[in-house]
């Protein structure tokens, strides 16, 4: 039953992915591209981390696509030609494929097994087992608060990452800020 | 599937096809109300020709609907432009169904029903389609999916004023979510969870969350109202600028979805004020509402039903009675007021609960709850005294020019 459901779901993320990339119109491209976020989110819920994908719906699907589609309607972008149609895109659509097939074969060699080991033999920042008890444990549905089994580990056991991450983000954002806008 | 199982879902289903009946006969009927109210307001009678004292009217504007010609626009993307409806309907039916509409009711039963097999239930069944862990939280992300439809409406029509409308109604939406989501966080603090229904039961051990934390209500009423594009906040379809903004070039059936989405929107907000700040379908000071019985979810439905009907009729009665905000107002009051505030909020919660739980040590919810709400009192009093006297939302002619006094108004010729 499980099984079905996450094919389903599956098919609808690729099927979005590859329509976000042949479609000329800009807004459908955006429209599939949230298709295709819309069915992650699902799989999210369906492994059972809940807050995931509503986390994934609320950011991706509830602001970051509706800025898409708000800026393209604003500049009201129409089908325009591609400027990657020289032998330089085939080029680099070549290479670009070529690395995202080493990389998919690599994730296919990995059996859970061979995860299983690499984990075990890595140098740990803390027991991923107290890190995330609930992932463990067969509540993992069933406990109702489904907050703090994320909170817990990612504001005391993982604290100086995240906020390294947060700090990595904000630079991003002000050097996006500063590239487009030279004169503030 | 186990016989268990079964009953599960057929108690689901039942469920869902209740809340949805309830749902659409209240909308139509908020229609009614909305028309009567204004009536009321404005001194006049409002729609009483349609059976008694107008109730069948809802009836006779669904039919009209149904019967009108579907007109597409000129070069309007036809996929797109019938898909918009749809999209903005489906998000606001779909809220309804995590909330809690009343105390949950005992539920025993086992049955044999031909080839389907057994059936069974046993124990207390929520009232609610389904009691989610994840809460308020689905809420905020599906609401925030009904922006789609607008956005789309306003693209597809190929009319300007659609368009200005589907820019207008995304740019709000995204502003007033992360305020209604910053909002929520001081509700989050003080119960610990997401689910309503650990929301409501903490609210029953102590005050209702509107006294402890008075401001994230103002917030959250505030942003709701931006939300569900209401006056003083629905820009997207101001008459007197945009026609009527992004819905311009909809007729029939796919218009009247773009209304049902909205009324649909309006109670899932009122709702949500409901159960996070005023106790859900809880009957304050008395414990017989905890009891579990029949009765006891009848009478706490109806309480919910009672306070869910005060919120509709207050955002109807401050559509009548206050003026549309200017565009900047509105990005204004967004940004620099709700948005700095609702951070500030969640820091000096975050503060007032740590003093009181970790250091005085004072482990009840009704003490801590009074004391939180002699802080709200202090801070509300200053909030709605000191701040903002016409500093970031004001009338045009206080606009000030840097370097330059103010011309006086000219009055006459």
């Not at chain 1, 100086?160 to 700090?167: G, L, M």
């Not at chain 2, 009232?127 to 599906?142: E, M, S």
């Not at chain 2, 007021?337 to 004072?362: E, K, R, S």
Request: charged content about 10%.
């Amino acid at each position: 039953m499980t099984e079905i459901v996450f094919y389903i779901l599956a098919a609808a993320a690729v099927v979005g992915a590859a329509l976000c990339v042949l479609q000329r119109s800009p807004i459908a491209s955006a429209l599939w591209l949230m298709t295709t976020m819309f069915s992650l989110a699902c799989i999210f819920v369906l492994l059972g981390a809940q807050l995931i994908g509503i986390l994934q719906v609320l950011v991706y699907v509830g602001a970051v696509l509706v800025l898409f589609l708000f800026v393209v309607m604003l500049l009201n972008l129409s089908h325009e030609g591609s400027d990657l149609r020289g032998p330089w895109g085939v080029g680099a659509a070549v290479v670009v494929i070529g690395l995202l097939a080493v990389e998919l074969f690599g994730l296919w060699q990995y059996t859970p097994a061979r995860l299983a080991r690499e984990v075990a033999q890595a140098p740990q920042l803390a027991d991923p087992r107290l890190a995330f008890p609930a992932a463990l444990s067969m509540h993992a549905v069933a406990t109702p608060n489904v907050v703090e089994d994320l909170a817990a580990p990612l504001f005391q056991t993982y604290l100086i990452p995240f906020e390294v991450t947060s700090v990595l983000l904000l630079a991003a954002a002000v050097g996006a800020v500063v590239l487009a806008k030279r004169r503030i | 599937m186990t016989p268990e199982m079964k009953g599960f879902l057929l108690l689901t289903v039942i469920k869902l096809i209740v809340v949805f009946t309830v749902i659409m006969t209240g909308v139509a009927l908020l229609t009614l109300m909305e028309r009567k109210v204004s009536a009321w307001m404005q001194n006049r009678m409002g729609p009483n020709r349609v059976g008694i004292a107008g109730l069948l009217q809802p009836a006779a504007d669904g039919l009209k609907n149904i019967l009108k010609e579907e007109t597409y626009p000129a070069e309007a993307n036809r996929v797109l432009f019938l898909l918009a409806p749809a999209l903005s309907f489906i998000p606001a039916l779909l809220l309804a169904a995590v909330i809690p509409l009343a105390a949950p009711l005992p539920v025993d039963f086992a049955f044999t029903l031909g080839p389907l097999g057994a059936f069974a239930y046993h124990g207390l069944m929520p009232v609610q389609v389904a009691d989610l862990p994840i809460g308020f939280l689905f809420v905020l992300a599906i609401s925030s999916m009904g922006v789609y439809g607008i956005a789309l409406a306003g693209w597809s029509s190929n009319s300007k004023y659609s368009l200005l409308g589907g820019l207008r109604a995304s740019a709000q939406l995204i502003s007033y979510e992360v305020a209604m989501g910053l909002s929520l966080i001081p509700v989050l603090l003080l119960s610990g969870n997401v689910s309503f229904s650990v929301i409501i039961a903490e609210q029953q051990r102590g005050p209702w969350y509107v006294l402890p934390l008075f401001l994230s209500f103002f917030v959250f009423l505030v942003s709701g109202f931006a939300e569900t594009n209401r006056l003083p906040f629905d820009l997207p379809e101001a008459e007197s600028e945009l026609i009527a903004g992004y819905h311009t070039e909809y007729s029939a059936m796919k218009f009247s979805m773009f209304f049902i989405a909205e009324y649909a929107n309006v109670v899932t907000v009122c709702m949500m004020v409901a159960t996070l700040f005023f106790g859900g379908w809880d009957i304050p000071f008395i414990h017989w509402d905890e009891s579990g019985g029949v009765l006891p979810t009848i009478v706490t439905g109806l309480i919910f039903f009672l306070k869910v009907f005060f919120w509709i009729f207050f955002v109807m009665w401050i559509r009548w009675t206050l003026p549309r905000f200017r565009y900047d107002q509105l990005m204004s009051l967004g940004w620099k007021v709700l948005l700095p505030m609702a951070l500030a909020y969640v820091m000096v919660i975050g503060l007032a609960t740590y003093l009181i739980g970790d250091v005085a040590h004072i482990a009840s919810p009704v003490t801590r709850g009074l004391i939180l709400f002699a802080l709200n009192l202090v801070l509300g009093c200053g909030v709605f005294l000191v701040l903002d006297r016409g500093n970031v939302v004001s009338g045009s002619e206080r606009r000030r020019v840097p370097g330059r006094r103010a011309a006086p108004l000219r009055v006459g010729g």
